[in-house]
Each structure stands twice: as C-alpha cells, then as structure tokens.
C-alpha cells in the first residue's frame, strides 16, 4: 500500500496552523521541482499536432557504453529528425559507461534512422568525432522483442569500411497500443512512491491536484471512491486506468501535465497522451539524455540552447549569422531525415568578409568588383591546381568527414596529385543509384548538392531577394567543365559535367503544370532550408502523358536548384 492513510483527511485545521512554519513540500513537489530544474535549458518537448494516424510508436534508445582504442573523456550523441541529445561527458578511459537513455516518437512518414555519434572530448582535439553508428527503428519495431541489447561497431566518418570502435545500446519500440495501455502506469508511478503500484487517499489525492483541474480537484473523495472498485481503500493500476477512460470520454481530469505544469488540450486527447508519456519517463530514475540541440555537432560542444531560441529557424540563417558573417550552415539529410551542419570554408569566409565587411570592400562594390572577384578566383585556382594543394586533402576530408566517403572514391587518396583532382574525383561505378531509371516521367537530382525547390519563379525571388539590392558573386567558384556537346543525347543519370573546387548552382527549369515536385523538397524550401541529396534521388514526377515539343516559356517555368 502507497505512504499515507487510505482514508479521507478530515479537513480539519491544525490546532498550531496560525503560529506553524510553512508545510513541507511532498515528495512529489519535489520531485516536479527537480524535474523542471533539469529540463530548463533543455528539451522542453515542444509538440507539433500528430495525427493518430501518423503515430507510429514510441522508440526508448539507451546507450550503455563504448569500447574504444584509446583513453579519453568521451561523449555521445543521439540524433533523430531534427532533434539531437547528448550523455555527460565519461572519465578518461578506452571503455566509457554512460548508461542515459532517450525517448523519441516515431511517424509513419516521418525520421526512422536514428544515429549514435561518439566524440573524444579532450582539449587538444576539442569535441572531436570519432565514430558513428545508425540504427533503423523500423527494423527493430518489426522485430517485436522486449528489449534489443546491441554491440554494434562505430565507424569511421571517413570511411564506413573502417571500425574505430565498438558501442553497446538497449533499444525497444512501443507500439501504439502498448503506449496507451502503458499511459496509466505512467501516471501512478509518479506518486507511488513505494512502487507498490497501488495509491493510498493521499498520493490519489496528490495526483487529481497535480492534473490542475479544478472541478476534479472539488471532487477528490468522490473520484477517490468511484475508483476504488473492489473498496480495498487504495486505487491500483487497473482501477486509475478504468476511471481515466470514463472520465476521458466525459471531461479529462488532465488539464496541466502533472510532471512538467504545461497546459494540456492544445491538441488532441492522443497528443496528450504523448507528451504526458515522455514526461513521466524522466522521473523514472533512468539518466537521461540533454536536449535541445539540433545537430551533434552543436550538442557535442554543449551550447545549452531551447530550440525556442534558434529565432532564425525558419530563416536562411537558421539560427546562425548570416550572410558574410556565417562560418557554418545548417542543412536536411534527405537519407537519414537529420539536421546536418556544414562548416564553410574558412578562405571564401575571409574573402567575403573583405568584400563585404570592410570599407575599402564596400567601396569596391560602389564601383564594381568584377575584376576583384576574378582576380581572387583566379589565384585559388592557380593554387588548387599546383602539387602543393594536395596537402590540404586531408584537412578538406577531416572537415567534411560527415559527407565525404572514401569508400565511394575511385581512387585512394595517394592517386590524387593537386587538390582539384581531388575535388573532381570519380566515383565507383553504382555509388549514386539511379532512381526509376528505366521512367522518363521521374525526375532525378542532377547533382550532389543543397537543393531548393519553388512552384513558380516568383517564389524563387520572394525567398531569396528580401532586405533592397542583392549582390551574388561567385567568389572561388573555379572553372566549369561540359564533358557533353552540343547535340549529343544525354541519358538520364549520365556524367553531364563538374565544377572545380568552390561548387556552385545548377538551376533545373520545367514548365508551370509540367512535374510535381517532391513534398519534402517543397516543405524544406518553404522554411528556407536547404535539402541534402545526391544525383539519381527523386526530384519529382510528370504531370503529363506525353512529352510536347513546344519550347517552354520562361514565365511559365518552376525552379529547381
């Protein structure tokens, strides 16, 4: 039986209630208090409206430990979607034990690959990655096993046929209907303090007050009885769940999540639910993972920032300086569904802000900076294609360990003799598969690239013309290189061309009505941010049976690039 009478209190007032010391506050005030203390700065689970329908499950990912092949302090992050958490930092060791879990919710259409990144943390090498690991939900979900305790092998970055490690995760999926048949369990742990899963008077009591419902709350004895079925004097587990799906199909006793105070009923009686479960699972005495990060790069350097707090979010910026100011960007990895930052390299970062930031770079604008901006390519490429740019080949892969994978490259790295060869390496053969390449009615990416997508011209020049004036200059692009001429027919997914070091935008074209273009091209483009994909995804899709040979009208056109 739960702490506490398993009768009503009188009510009546304490003989020394006038000259008493303020109450002590319950164990679970407490506990609420230190919850909310631990979730500030953190993931305060902010919801978007999920469909029943879309409701997948609920995935509970710990990360045991690590074995490594050398001793450091380590840390590991967990990233899904667009959220990223983090473990504490271990002890300087080759086997850190972090044992911190994480829940995350799984969509039908939604983030199904969840990555694990491990970084050394010591102040030489400042955060940094050393191996990573994917796990697909969906397969463990179809496994229907309790509880999946994994070693699985951390790779190298680089190079995915490289193992730097090994980690060791527990890894379960609720379904949906053991998440709501799980809901009331959840709800009597978090006052039944003995977890004899039974609530005395008090702790019932304690609970109808933390749900913030004020007619519920007048109603405590009453509630209390109506539970209590076999008139034992305490409510158990079946008993809390049977009076919960009365009162939900009446009025919820649930306006304030009990846990973390906020305001329940935004939504639907499901999303409540959801954010309700995520809750009560940070009280269960599991450590569990910071959030509020949204790339493992960031959560790898613990800058404590909400999400609420990437006010540029929704911008081009994305919560970083913008424009000549930016060192890094954020980008979404069309493959794992994840938020991906990219560094920008340091040279076009000081070139820009040259240009851009300085008196005599403004004045030059005024004037024109044709002639600077060639001048400045110029001497890149004349660098790039000399025998001693080889030597920044590494630091390029180091930079972009995340993207570049040598395992994919024709050649080793010792084959490549300037750094442009590199830059214009070849791939083996079957490194970028050909979507329905048998279709002419599919559209396929034309490059390795950040691709954004527009319905019309005119939205193209809405998101990216605002505050007056533009000036785009293509600073460090280097050369431009056809290897079709003209005439020649181009079969889809065929080498068209490449760009030297720098890279720089490939506009795709098409008739207004001609192709329906992807939904999750379009979603990320609306909020400006830039889609990770490589050549032989999907693009979109023809709206026409048959091909016209009528020349498209450029006011007529939707952009792709």
């Known amino acids: 039986m739960g702490h506490g009478s398993s009768r009503p209190d009188s009510g009546e007032p304490s003989p020394d209630a006038d000259t008493a010391e303020a109450p002590v506050p319950s164990r679970f005030a407490r506990f609420r208090r230190r919850l909310r203390f631990h979730r500030s700065g953190s993931d305060q689970l902010p919801f978007k409206n999920l469909a029943a329908e879309d409701f997948a499950g609920i995935a509970r990912i710990e990360i045991i430990g690590a074995e490594m ?178 009162q939900q199909e009446k009025e919820s006793l649930i306006s304030n999540c009990p846990v973390c105070g906020e305001n329940l009923g935004k939504y639907d009686k499901m999303n409540d639910m959801l954010h309700m479960t995520l809750c009560f699972d940070e009280g269960t005495g599991n450590q569990s993972m910071t959030g509020g990060f949204l790339t493992d790069k960031q959560a790898s350097y613990g800058w404590m920032f909400k999400l609420s707090e990437w006010a540029h979010f929704a911008s081009y910026g994305i919560g970083l300086k913008s424009g000549s100011s930016a060192s890094h960007i954020l980008v979404f990895d069309r493959r794992t569904k994840r938020l991906v930052e990219e560094t920008i390299d340091r040279r076009i970062i000081l070139s820009m802000r040259a240009i851009y930031q300085s008196k005599v770079g403004l004045t030059l604008i005024d004037k024109g900076t044709r002639d600077l901006l060639r001048s400045i390519s110029e001497k890149q490429g004349t660098w790039m294609n000399s025998p001693e740019s080889a030597k920044d080949i590494p630091k390029f892969i180091k930079s972009f360990e995340d993207q570049v994978n040598m395992d994919e490259v024709k050649h080793p790295i010792e084959y490549f003799k300037t750094f442009n060869e590199f830059f214009i390496r070849e791939l083996k053969p079957g490194a970028r598969p050909i979507a329905y390449v048998e279709r002419d009615d599919i559209a396929i990416c034309a490059a390795d690239s950040r691709l954004m997508a527009f319905t019309s011209v005119d939205d193209s020049l809405r998101f990216w013309i605002k505050v007056a004036f533009v000036a785009i200059g293509a600073t460090m692009v280097g050369s431009i290189t056809f290897l079709k001429k003209e005439g020649d027919y181009v079969h889809k997914g065929d080498e068209f061309g490449y760009f030297s070091f720098g890279g720089s935008t490939v506009i795709c074209v098409f008739e207004k009505d001609a192709i329906q273009i992807d939904e999750d091209l379009l979603a990320n483009s609306e909020r400006s941010l830039e889609t990770l994909v490589s050549v032989g995804m999907t693009l979109g899709v023809s709206r026409r049976k048959q091909a016209t040979e009528e020349m498209p009208r450029l006011e007529n056109c939707t952009l792709g690039a």
């Open 69 to 246: 092949k050398f001793k450091d302090r380590w840390l590991a992050c967990l990233s899904f979607g667009e959220r990223t958490y983090r473990t504490d930092k271990s002890d300087h060791t080759e086997k850190p034990v972090w044992r911190s879990e994480k829940k995350v919710i799984l969509e039908r259409n939604g983030p199904h690959i969840a990555r694990i990144s491990v970084f050394e943390t010591n102040r030489l090498s400042r955060n940094n990655l050393v191996g990573y690991c994917e796990i697909d939900l969906w397969k463990v979900l179809s496994e229907d096993s309790e509880d999946n305790l994994e070693g699985l092998s951390l790779l190298d970055p680089s190079s995915s046929n490289t193992i730097v490690g090994s980690i060791s995760i527990s890894c379960y999926v609720e379904d949906p209907i053991e998440t709501e048949k799980a809901f009331a369990r959840r709800v009597l742990a978090v006052v039944d303090y003995n977890e004899d899963g039974k609530l005395s008077y008090s702790e019932f009591t304690e609970l109808i007050s933390a749900f913030g419902n004020e007619v519920a709350a007048s109603k405590k004895e009453e509630l209390f009885k109506q539970a209590d079925k076999n008139g034992d004097g305490v409510v158990d587990m079946d008993e809390l769940a049977i009076l919960l799906s009365i």
